[in-house]
C-alpha cells in the first residue's frame, strides 16, 4: 500500500501567495473598464486575507514540528540502543579519560622543569678601603650588602641561583665616593651549583677593580 504524499506548507504558501498577486495584477489592469469587477476583486482580496493568515499560522507550525521531529529522532535513536546505559557510561568514561590524560600531561611537564637551586652567598670585603652601596647587578633576585667595611662579610641564606654566565658587582668607595664596577664570571660555578656539589658562595672584592667568586661560605 501506497502512502499518501503531502503537500509541504511552505510550497502551498507560496503558491497561493503567487496566485492572488497574479489575480491583482489582472485586476488592477481591469478596474479601469469595469467597476464591479473590481469590487468583486475586492471582496475577494478581504475574503482571502484570514485564509493566508492562517497559512502563516500553518507554515510556522509546520516549522516548530519539522524541529520535534529531528529532536526525537535523536532521543529514538538513543532509546532503540541496544544498551543505552553502556552508551552513557562510554560517553562519560571519555571524557574522564580525557580530564586524566591532561592532568598526567601536567603533572609530566611540572615534573621535568628543573627547580631553581637555592645557595648561601655571601659578600666579603678584602681590601683596603671601606665600601658603600654593594650590590650585585644581574639578572637574579636582590642580592646586596650596604655598607661593607674592611674585612666584613654579609650572607645571604636561600638565595635563589638564577644560573646565568655573569654578573656584576657594583660598589663605591666610602672615602671618595667613587663608584667602581667589575664584571664576575659563573661559568666555573654554575656547573657545580646545579650538581649540588655546591651549596655556597663567596664574592671577594680584593681591590677597585679586582672580585672573584669562590665557593664556599667567608
Known amino acids: ?27 488592477s489592469k481591469t478596474r479601469r473598464s469595469s467597476f464591479s469587477f473590481f469590487s468583486s476583486t475586492n471582496k475577494l482580496s478581504a475574503l482571502t486575507g484570514p485564509f493566508f493568515q492562517l497559512l502563516d499560522q500553518l507554515t510556522e507550525f509546520y516549522a516548530e514540528a519539522e524541529e520535534l521531529r ?5 532521543l529514538a535513536l538513543f532509546a532503540h540502543h541496544p544498551d543505552r546505559s553502556g552508551l552513557f557510561k562510554q560517553s562519560c568514561h571519555k571524557q574522564v579519560m580525557r580530564y586524566l590524560l591532561a592532568l598526567l600531561f601536567l603533572i ?6 628543573p ?18 652601596w654593594v650590590r650585585m647587578k644581574w639578572a637574579g633576585p636582590n642580592f646586596e650588602a650596604g655598607i661593607l667595611s674592611i674585612g666584613i662579610s654579609k650572607t645571604y641564606i636561600d ?7 655573569t654578573g656584576t658587582v657594583t660598589f663605591v668607595d666610602e672615602g671618595t665616593r667613587q663608584r667602581y664596577n667589575i664584571t664576575l664570571s659563573f661559568a666555573d660555578i654554575n ?28
Not at 70 to 74: G, N
Not at 108 to 113: I, K, P, S, Y
Open 70 to 74: 529531528t529532536r526525537a529522532r535523536r
Open 115 to 132: 627547580k631553581p637551586k637555592t645557595i648561601e652567598a655571601s659578600f666579603k670585603n678584602s681590601s683596603a678601603h671601606n665600601l658603600d
Open 1 to 27: 500500500m501506497t502512502r499518501p504524499r503531502f503537500t509541504n506548507p511552505l510550497v502551498m504558501a507560496s503558491r497561493l501567495r503567487t496566485f492572488s498577486s497574479s489575480c491583482w495584477r489582472v485586476s
Open 191 to 218: 656547573p657545580k651549583i646545579q650538581a649540588g656539589q655546591c651549596r655556597a658562595i663567596t664574592i671577594l672584592i680584593s681591590d677597585y677593580d679586582k672580585a672573584v667568586v669562590v665557593a664556599g661560605s667567608p
Open 108 to 113: 609530566g611537564a611540572l615534573g621535568c622543569t
Open 159 to 165: 638565595l635563589t641561583w638564577p644560573n646565568i654566565p
